[in-house]
């Protein structure tokens, strides 16, 4: 047990001795400031104060190569929305919002028994991600206005009792 803490006490000091090859250094004074910065003083940091600082070592090697110019000022970088969010179904809205039991187990093996919409919704489903979110709503009222909802509603709801006297209980 010993020897076991004391070489990871010797990998752990070998860890920290490393130097951090992904650090970020700080800016240094001859860094541009952009004049939007030196406008607002609300956005004022210890960077920006250290890039005012200057002392005549800095100086002597900003001269000699220039440095790139570094901006402050945080800019919005506009996303555009996906081209296909949800495809045109060529269906009615009364078509398109008829039951299909597409939350039923061995469905593959009974698909052909399911009505033309709840068909062409199986057969479509892997062809873009539109059509898939359109299986996936199926599946959804399925599951919430299906014959399967409906039976555990009605085993809910219809009065029943719970006659335990065969049992042997």
């Known amino acids: 047990m010993k020897l076991v803490l004391t070489i990871l006490l010797i990998g752990l000091a070998a860890l920290i001795r490393l130097p951090c090859g992904q650090c970020r250094s700080l800016a240094s004074s001859s860094i541009v400031v952009d004049d939007a910065a030196k406008t607002n003083g609300t956005h004022a940091n210890a960077t920006t104060?250290?890039?005012?600082?200057?002392?005549?070592t800095e100086e002597a090697e900003a001269s000699s190569a220039p440095q790139p110019v570094s901006s402050t000022v945080i800019r919005h970088i506009v996303r555009r929305k996906r081209a296909e969010t949800e495809p045109t179904l060529p269906f009615d809205f009364p078509t398109t919002h008829m039951?299909?039991?597409l939350d039923q187990n061995g469905r593959a093996q009974v698909v052909d028994s399911f009505p033309n919409h709840c068909i062409w919704v199986w057969n479509n489903k892997y062809t873009s991600e539109g059509f898939f979110r359109v299986f996936k709503t199926y599946q959804l009222e399925a599951f919430f206005f299906g014959q399967y909802y409906e039976r555990l509603k009605r085993f809910e709801i219809d009065p029943h009792t719970w006659d335990y006297t065969d049992t042997g209980i």
């Open 49 to 56: 104060i250290a890039a005012k600082r200057s002392n005549e």
């Open 99 to 101: 039951p299909c039991d």
